[in-house]
């Protein structure tokens, strides 16, 4: 039986601010969604300030990759972005009864014309929460009541 489709405004609201998200995350359809453009796989740069002029004669301005901050930048803790995530949707009752929780990240890696790694930083920590069937392996596509995959940073 079918109870309803997607997660209720109330429940949207209370989940971003168990997350520290200052945005509506539902979509009228009832999907969660939310990206922080300003923050999303942002890196560091440095201004190199202007170089030629593009094709209608305007001054480009060049940055590059400020590596020394890039590798200085702090990653999100993998246990505490799980427990997160997990607790939060717990809270409103939306992890399926029987799930599975893995973490992945973006990663970010710059080399040298040496192959050397001169930069190498997890962007994101990407909390996975997939619904399991009764047999133990993973329900995809129409069987599937939720798929979770919330990505926190710490900055």
Do not use: C
Not at 53 to 62: K, N, P, Q, S
Not at 84 to 105: D, Q, Y
Not at 132 to 148: F, H, M, N
Request: no cysteine; aromatic share 6%.
């Amino acid at each position: 039986m079918v109870e309803g489709v997607g997660v209720s405004a109330a429940d949207a609201t209370k989940l971003a601010e168990a997350l520290d998200i200052q945005a509506d995350i539902r979509e009228a359809s009832g999907k969660l969604f939310y990206v922080d453009a300003l923050r999303f796989q942002a890196l560091p740069m440095t201004d190199l300030g202007q170089v030629q002029a593009d094709e209608e004669g305007g001054m480009l301005r060049a940055e590059g990759f400020n590596f020394a901050a890039i590798n200085a930048m702090p990653e999100y803790d993998e246990s505490l972005a799980q427990t997160r995530v997990e607790t939060a949707l717990k809270g409103l009752n939306l992890i399926p009864t029987k799930s599975e929780t893995s973490l992945k990240h973006s990663l970010f890696e710059a080399v040298n014309l040496n192959h050397e790694t001169i930069a190498a930083k997890a962007l994101d920590t990407q909390v996975i929460i997939q619904e399991l069937a009764p047999d133990g392996k993973p329900l995809v596509g129409q069987a599937q009541i939720s798929r979770w995959s919330l990505m926190v940073r710490v900055w």
